[in-house]
């Protein structure tokens, strides 16, 4: 069994806060289809469980761990509805790049949600030098609380003359009302005569 350190109260909480920070977001590897590419991909979330008026952040992550160069790189998210779009940034190794932008009208590919699509390069031109990595960042806001599933999201590039993609399992974001807990004050507390 192992031995866990005696903390102090303060650090008691801080580890607690810092634990519970942790299970809130979500960060998950997904494969990429066919094996090969050298990529690699990930998709985070800021938290799954987010208080209405809370931002949600998305952070899609492809890197490029072979030895030869990606192109055609192409992202797509789908949103259902209640889901707004505030702001989006795509860089590779930290410098900005301005991909092409589209969303189709809600429910054309998926019902009820919306589909934003990224073109980061067109095929046959470089988007993604070997040793580079692609980063995607949303940022989500809600127009009510409530349980959304973001369905599908997506890349798709060539490398090496060979189509791949890369995918994940559903995730379900909880958006909660706050809900003000403050007691009524007491009379005396109104200092009323």
Known sequence: MPIIPKMRPFTSIFFFLLVLAGACSLHAAEAVYPTGSGATATYTLSGTSLPFGDTLTVTR?????GAFPLTGLYLSEHLPSGLQLADVSVTVN?????????????????????THHWTITQPGITALPAGQTLRLVLKLTFSQSGTYSLPLHT???????????????????????????????????????
């Open 61 to 65: 992550e492809l890197t490029n761990n």
């Open 94 to 114: 930290n410098t900005p790049v301005v991909p092409a932008y589209s969303a189709l009208p809600q429910g054309s590919v998926i019902t009820n949600c919306t």
């Open 155 to 193: 890349v798709a590039f060539s490398g090496n003359g060979n189509p791949y993609f890369a995918t994940g399992d559903p995730v379900t974001v909880t958006i909660t009302q706050i809900v003000d807990v403050t007691p009524p004050a007491a009379i005396g507390d109104l200092h009323v005569p």
